[in-house]
């Protein structure tokens, strides 16, 4: 399976964003980037997920470089409640089979 | 509308005993993801079910451990015999048909070997 590489942690503050990267350089054409975030004692959330395009939605945006060997989530505006463990996962042909790693705990100063 | 419901949250249990953990998925939503998290690892699927239907099972250890989705009720891992290395967060998450991204996840169950 192609792996991730996330930093283990960021720290940012409360109303500017937040840019968390991912490094999958072995990738395939095949892969979907998903990202996920995990609260304390809660179960993963989806935040965004891409294959080739930027994506926006509600809750971030998903920066995909041109040769899909990294991707960045961006949190336009960090608040308290977007301290988690994120998690850039790689589908690897089974978007239902996710392999989560360590993640990247991001800590949202007040 | 509720989301995924996982029950017990936390369960403990003796070596030896067995251990029952039930997920309700979503409302419409048909597909059942059972994951685990053991203590400073990342989750890992486990088994991926239909309703009275295991479509992938590539993750669950081979002995001891079973999982259904009956065509009424909620779906059940089952640990038969539960030694302390079964100790961990098992997670369900769901999906309604043809959706391949974007899954509910439930709040988990902790499961303690003593």
């Known amino acids: 399976d192609a792996k991730t590489t996330q930093p283990n942690s960021m720290e940012s503050n409360e109303e500017e964003p937040v840019h968390l990267p991912c490094n999958h350089s072995?990738?395939?054409?095949?892969?979907?980037i998903h990202w996920y975030r995990q609260l304390p004692s809660q179960g993963p959330e989806y935040v965004i997920h891409?294959?080739?395009s930027n994506v926006n939605n509600r809750m971030a945006s998903l920066a995909i470089a041109e040769d899909r060997k990294s991707s960045t989530l961006i949190l336009h505006r960090a608040t308290l409640r977007d301290a988690a463990v994120y998690y850039c996962?790689?589908?690897?042909?089974?978007?239902?089979?996710?392999?989560f790693g360590k993640g990247t705990l991001l800590t949202v100063n007040p | 509308n509720a989301g995924v419901m996982q029950n017990p949250r936390h369960l403990v249990r003796r070596r030896g005993q067995e251990a029952r953990l039930r997920c309700s998925p979503m409302?419409?939503?048909?597909?059942v993801y059972w994951y685990r998290q053991l203590p400073e690892e990342g989750l890992k699927f486990m088994v991926y079910?239909?309703?009275?239907?295991?479509?992938?099972e590539s993750g669950m250890p081979k002995e001891r451990f079973s999982a259904e989705f009956p065509k009424e009720g909620p779906s059940i891992l089952r640990i038969q015999q539960v030694v302390r290395g079964d100790s961990a967060a098992y997670f369900c998450?769901?999906?309604?048909?043809?959706?391949?991204?974007?899954?509910?996840f439930g709040s988990g169950t902790r499961l303690t070997v003593v």
């Open positions: 998450a769901s999906s309604p048909p043809g959706i391949t991204y974007g899954y509910t």
């Open positions: 072995t990738i395939s054409g095949t892969d979907y």
């Open positions: 891409g294959l080739t």
């Open positions: 996962i790689l589908s690897g042909g089974s978007n239902y089979k996710l392999t």
């Open positions: 409302k419409g939503h048909s597909h």
């Open positions: 079910l239909q309703k009275e239907n295991i479509i992938d």
